[in-house]
């Protein structure tokens, strides 16, 4: 899990590093993509080190919202 969330969390840094550049947003949609699985994957290794807290079911939460507003952007392109 740790080297799933490093490599996901380097590809959103490129990404916003990318956009930020070069002032092109269209990749926008992707990079929060990324996000919300990185942010998904940080929330089920939070509850696998059973510690059921509050920060790994709102890291779910947060990663499920992400994915419910930027999915349809992404297949509307």
Do not use: C, H
């Amino acid at each position: 899990m740790k080297i799933v969330r490093i490599i996901l969390a380097i590809i959103v840094l490129a990404l916003s590093a990318y956009q930020l550049i070069t002032e092109n947003f269209e990749l926008m949609p992707y990079s929060m993509l990324f996000l919300g699985a990185m942010i998904l994957v940080t929330g089920l290794s939070e509850l696998q080190k059973d510690r059921k807290g509050f920060w790994g079911y709102m890291s779910i939460v947060i990663s499920l919202f992400i994915f419910f507003v930027y999915i349809p952007d992404i297949l509307m392109n």
